[in-house]
């Protein structure tokens, strides 16, 4: 890599993101040295485009093919990831492959199997409020011929909200705009994972803020599964209900993408090698140009002269934009992605197949004398791509995760000693469940949980006008842990016993 010092500024933004540290300023002038193995990161943060890429391999130079980058790992040098190194010519991995003993001692103390599952549940429990008062019900059992308690209540929960996760490469409406329900603000888009975007709704803020009870409305009928309209400011209306298919815009969405337009490119590789010269997979994030991609290049394609639109990320690969058309992406006739074809390179009667990342829209072409594009049917070739892509692709459906910072009630309610539960729990001695269903408890400070609504029975939330969330809760541990952290002993009552109650009450 080269600087143009008529160019460069030194304003040093190549400095702080170079991952080899290979850039140093002089006289106000980026300078590279010989750590340098042309990842292009100076390229990409350069705001006047003063790097300038040497192509050619340097003399004792390892391609690394790890990834779309390929570094170009001098003797004796790490790539930009920090992972391979150059041994002698040979590309090998800096770290050895570990065993499950290697991580014992970061991953922790495994759960005592006979705690991994209440012994009741807190659905229909009731509430420990005020603060201090025993959980509503301790149940106590043998489990593996450990005494095992179950602590449960039916928790309010101001720090709570919803994940919901929604398939779909449909364009929502701009990171960070607000989730309005009923025309009040209850949360924002968060962000976009693979194939589904992300609603964050509720949380403190929202929740103590002038639309809160309109907040633990939505988050609680979210959890329990009711189906809901949403819409997003400046974006698209919704309808949501987990476990189902989303409507966006009046559409309902059959198909999750099978992944980013590379990804197809990867994951279908020897197909598409033989369903057109060129395939183009159009994409918000990252539309591929298969004859350019290490994919289509490791399988022996060459470059067919078409040019994309979009902005490159590395060969192959585009960064895409965001849009109502195909893929996400603004581009409504699927021509209007390609920028221009070189037919230096190109010839009459080449085919170019364009799809998206579902398959659900694709046409194919072929690139006439002038270099025009003229639409053909899909050959049988292409048809079994097509049919291959849509395939893999799965139902696109509507998600949940619960999230909640257990506060005085719940706590209390276990023990005298919260400090002593919390420890507990992070030490794996006591687990936590809501309504019988497995949780994820964050790491660091206090007992923050995240749980699949879908495996929480419907119904099983509720809200109050506080405005707060409720959620069934339990913890469940060893009798004798129980004991050391201040349990509650007075109101242990055996799981038999409770049974007995509840059979007469029900009768």
Not at 107 to 134: E, F, H, M, N, W
Not at 165 to 178: A, F, M, N, V, Y
Request: net charge neutral; glycine share 12%.
């Amino acid at each position: 890599m080269k600087i143009d010092l008529e160019k460069c500024t030194g304003c040093g933004l190549c400095v702080l993101d170079c991952p080899k540290k290979a850039i140093t300023l002089k006289d106000k002038k980026a300078i590279v040295g010989e750590e340098c193995v042309e990842c292009g990161a100076c390229l990409k943060v350069c705001p006047v485009d003063a790097p300038i890429s040497d192509d050619k391999p340097k003399p004792g130079c390892v391609t690394c093919g790890a990834c779309p980058i390929n570094c170009q790992i001098p003797p004796g040098k790490m790539g930009a990831c920090h992972r391979y190194h150059n041994r002698d010519g040979e590309l090998v991995r800096g770290v050895s492959l570990h065993f499950a003993e290697d991580v014992s001692d970061i991953v922790g103390p495994r759960p005592d199997p006979s705690i991994q599952k209440p012994l009741i549940t807190a659905i229909g429990a009731g509430t420990t409020y005020p603060d201090y008062r025993p959980a509503p019900f301790v149940g106590k059992d043998k489990v593996d011929e450990v005494d095992v308690v179950t602590s449960v209540s039916e928790v309010p929960l101001s720090y709570s909200g919803i994940k919901i996760k929604i398939d779909t490469d449909l364009t929502l409406g701009e990171e960070r705009s607000p989730v309005l329900f009923e025309k009040r603000e209850v949360g924002h888009l968060c962000t976009e994972e693979y194939g589904s975007k992300i609603l964050s709704i509720g949380g403190i803020n929202q929740l103590t803020g002038k639309h809160g009870i309109a907040t633990a409305r939505c988050v609680s009928e979210l959890a329990n599964r009711h189906r809901l309209n949403l819409r997003i400011e400046g974006g698209a209306r919704l309808k949501v209900q987990v476990g189902q298919a989303p409507v966006v815009n009046g559409e309902l969405v059959e198909k999750m993408r099978v992944g980013c337009g590379s990804a197809t490119a990867g994951l279908f590789a020897p197909v598409i090698k033989e369903a057109a010269d060129e395939v183009i997979v159009i994409d918000s994030h990252i539309t591929s140009l298969f004859t350019e991609h290490t994919a289509g290049t490791y399988l022996g394609k060459t470059s067919s002269g078409v040019h994309l639109k979009f902005r490159m990320s590395t060969p192959g690969r585009y960064f895409g934009e965001h849009g109502d058309g195909w893929g996400g992406t603004p581009i409504k006739d699927p021509r209007d992605i390609v920028d221009s074809i070189d037919m230096h390179i190109a010839h009459p009667g080449m085919t170019i197949l364009i799809t998206e990342t579902t398959g659900q829209r694709v046409a194919m072409f072929r690139v006439t004398k002038g270099g025009g594009l003229e639409e053909i049917a899909l050959s049988p070739k292409a048809q079994e791509l097509i049919e291959l892509i849509q395939n893999h692709c799965e139902p696109s459906r509507v998600s949940g995760i619960y999230v909640g910072g257990s506060g005085g009630s719940f706590r209390a309610g276990v023990s005298s000693y919260p400090i002593k539960l919390t420890r507990a729990v992070h030490g794996n001695r006591a687990i936590i469940t809501v309504g019988g269903a497995p949780t994820y408890v964050l790491p660091g400070g206090g007992i923050d949980f995240l749980v699949d609504v879908e495996k929480v029975k419907a119904g099983a939330f509720a809200w109050i006008p506080t405005p707060a969330t409720v959620a069934p809760i339990e913890v469940t541990m060893r009798f004798a842990d129980y004991r050391e952290i201040g349990g509650h002993l007075g109101s242990i009552k055996s799981v038999r016993t409770l049974r007995e109650h509840f059979n007469r009450t029900k009768s």
